[in-house]
């Protein structure tokens, strides 16, 4: 399994800068790239990557995407005074050469190439590479937008060539839309590239008729191309998240990648004055975590734009600290999409809908009664959650985004945990102890008595749990104390002993504990305080308890292959906990478990993006290798590949969707078709 993050950074790539005045190009500045530098090495996250030296790209690689000619043209500059350098800046679209631009973009391409082969070659788990110019608008024949050669469809073609892959995700978050992306790969079914961007309606620069939701794709690569279009600013984490929900992830899963590649550009950031948006730098983490959680964990984060230069560089920095496995932090901000994004992710689901088996039931009647679509869009603006209250007065206002982000980024940065995981020294914790793992020891019978006879008498009937319940005492003792990350124990009566840990976690302080029970749950404490929100994935209704606010019996009855768990992890179980946002989760499998050991990974590894990755996990103690799965995860393993997809039955989907209708007011993530205000 590899392990470790590397990290290419070459000052060179600063000497490319604008010799005259143009309002448009002075954004991209050199101190993009070395403050972004400066600011990793500040929170000391330089040496803890792997440093991977940056390149020239050769010729033959460029050309793998570009035409001689552009090539040519490129290559001419160099030589050229500041008269030539402007007329021939001239002919392109929002681009500007010095002499030094053709060094450095080819040691931005060079350097995307070395991040591939560190991850494909195992010397690493994933990367970043901070570069400029950077890529993605740049054509097979043309600069455009700061580009030059575009980095990241060349990684994909050198890819493809050099190790034989078939399946490349590229995940576009740059706050424009990458055009020169999406024309070279547009026929191309072997990578998929998802690109959202501010639009509105076709307003927004590079304002192009393809760059909306209907542009699908052609031939071939029809479906292979996903534009999620933002038609207003101002959009925040939950729109973001949401777009991942209900958009990307169950696509990306469905694809199954070999390899994914991040276009990752963080004028998408709040502060930045290209995009005007508002999502703020922690939820970088959460969209890094999620995308680790594909291709085995083979994940090359390439820089593209980020303009504010805070702003971007407290990006920076959240997406590597997730690469090199640090908790998420909590994300801040209200967890509802506004009804414009809701309306975008309907659009792109419904075009999307031909092509992909996870949307083969998708409800796309909505646009038949486009009347009274519109019609709702009318009074829906009426409401309230339809914008977002901007944070920010604008985001031109530097010092003013300066400000906020350091107040804002103060809580956030925690301490990362020395030890990650703590464990009992259950039956079969000998296969992965390590540094991270901590083997905690048994707390004394006699205060573990004192403690159940104390809270717990009538949920603990006999004495064979109280040993298990001792050391779950300790393990929850530590997670509270932040001296753990998260923790892992078995137990004879799993059901029980989640019971127990539910009321002891909230007696202890915590305010929202998440439960996430897999399998029959038997004992199901009371939520109505909202102090604990209970989903319980199991075959058969519990005894005449129906789903309300804080209780879900999500009923799942896995087919054969047991790999259909995707559309109830992403399209319910995580939407509901992120609206949520507990500060504790526990995670239980119980006896008649119902899922695979590959939905349950794929659980435990996403459900971290939550409570500061705080999870206690109780496994029932027949699950020897169910549990050491679960405790590889919690080391920061990447999730296991996850066989052959097995497409959710319609049964399933309008299960889901009939949950989602009757909560998507109180957890507003479930939100992703606008039919929410008729
Ligand atoms: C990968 O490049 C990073 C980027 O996407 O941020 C480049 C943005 C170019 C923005 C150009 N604005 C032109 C406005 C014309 N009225
Ligand atoms: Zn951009």
Redesign the pocket.
């Known amino acids: 399994m590899a392990s470790g993050t590397a990290l290419i950074y070459d000052e060179e790539m600063t000497t490319h800068k604008l010799l005259w005045s143009d309002p448009?190009c002075d954004i991209e500045v050199p101190e993009r790239l070395s403050s972004s530098y400066e600011q990793l090495r500040s929170y000391h996250l330089v040496e803890r990557c792997v440093h991977v030296p940056a390149r020239e790209g050769s010729e033959e690689e460029i050309l793998l995407v570009h035409s001689l000619e552009h090539l040519e043209v490129a290559k001419s500059t160099q030589t050229m005074n500041e008269e030539e350098l402007k007329r021939v800046s001239e002919n392109y679209d929002?681009f500007f050469f010095h002499p030094s631009t053709y060094r450095c973009a080819r040691l931005a391409v060079g350097a995307t190439l070395q991040l591939v082969d560190a991850v494909m070659s195992g010397k690493v788990r994933n990367g970043m590479a901070l570069v400029r110019p950077?890529?993605?608008?740049s054509q097979r024949n043309a600069a455009n937008?700061?580009?030059l050669f575009n980095n990241v469809a060349i990684a994909a073609e050198y890819a493809k060539l050099k190790y034989g892959l078939q399946r490349i995700l590229i995940v576009d978050w740059?706050v424009?839309h990458g055009q020169g992306t999406q024309y070279i790969f547009e026929e191309d079914p072997s990578v998929l590239y998802f690109s959202w961007h501010r639009y509105e309606h076709q307003e927004f620069?590079p304002s192009l008729k393809e760059s909306d939701y209907d542009a699908v794709g052609l031939g071939k690569g029809k479906g292979f191309n996903i534009n999620l279009p933002w038609n207003k600013v101002g959009m925040g984490n939950s729109d973001y998240l949401a777009a991942f929900f209900h958009v990307l992830l169950p696509t990306a899963f469905e694809f199954d990648p070999e390899l994914v590649i991040v276009s990752s550009?963080y004028?998408s950031g709040i502060g930045d004055p290209?995009g005007q948006m508002n999502a703020t730098p922690e939820v970088f983490a959460h969209l890094t975590h999620f995308l680790m959680q594909l291709a085995n964990g083979k994940l090359c984060v390439i820089l593209?734009?980020g303009y504010h230069l805070k702003s971007l560089g407290e990006s920076v920095c959240m997406t590597v600290k997730t690469l090199l496995g640090d908790p998420v932090p909590q994300v801040s901000g209200e967890m509802a999409p506004c009804l414009s994004a809701v309306e975008s992710i309907q659009n792109v689901r419904a075009a999307h809908k031909p092509y992909w088996k996870w949307l083969a039931y998708e409800d796309t009647s909505f646009l038949q009664n486009l009347s009274t679509k519109s019609h709702f869009l009318k009074t829906a603006n009426s409401n309230p959650s339809t914008e977002h209250e901007s944070k920010i007065t604008n985001n031109n206002d530097t010092v003013k985004v300066d400000r906020f982000l350091e107040l804002h980024m103060k809580n956030i940065l925690f301490p990362v945990p020395p030890i990650k995981t703590a464990t009992t020294g259950c039956e079969g914790s000998e296969h992965f102890l390590s540094e991270h793992v901590q083997l905690v020891k048994e707390m004394d019978k006699t205060e573990v008595e004192a403690l159940v006879s104390g809270f717990y008498a009538d949920l603990v009937k006999d004495n064979k749990t109280l040993l298990s319940l001792g050391s779950m005492f300790v393990i929850l003792d530590k997670i509270l104390k932040k001296e753990v990350c998260n923790g892992i124990a078995t137990s004879p009566t799993a059901a029980l002993s989640a019971a127990v840990a539910l009321r002891h976690s909230v007696r202890l302080g915590f305010q929202r504990v998440l439960c996430v029970f897999v399998g029959d749950m038997q004992m199901i404490p009371n939520t109505e305080d909202g102090k604990m929100l209970i989903i319980n994935i199991c075959e058969k209704e519990q005894s005449g308890k129906t789903s309300c606010k804080h209780y879900f019996s999500l009923n799942w009855k896995e087919d054969a292959e047991g790999n259909d768990f995707f559309s109830a992890v992403l399209g319910f179980i995580l939407p509901v906990a992120y609206s949520y946002q507990p500060n504790l989760t526990v995670i239980a499998v119980g006896p008649n478990r119902n899922l695979g050991i590959s939905g349950i990974s794929l659980l435990v590894a996403l459900i971290q993006g939550l409570a500061e990755s705080r999870i206690f996990a109780v496994i029932e103690d027949t699950e020897i290798s169910l549990m050491q799965n679960v405790a590889k995860l919690l080391v920061g393993a990447s999730t296991p590949a996850f066989g052959i997809y097995v497409p959710p039955t319609q049964e399933k989907v309008n299960r889901i969707k009939a949950l989602r209708d009757q909560f998507q007011q109180e957890w507003k993530m479930l939100q992703c078709s606008g039919d929410i205000f008729i």
């Open positions: 448009i929002a950077p890529g993605h608008h937008g700061f580009c740059d424009h620069w550009g004028d290209e593209e734009g």
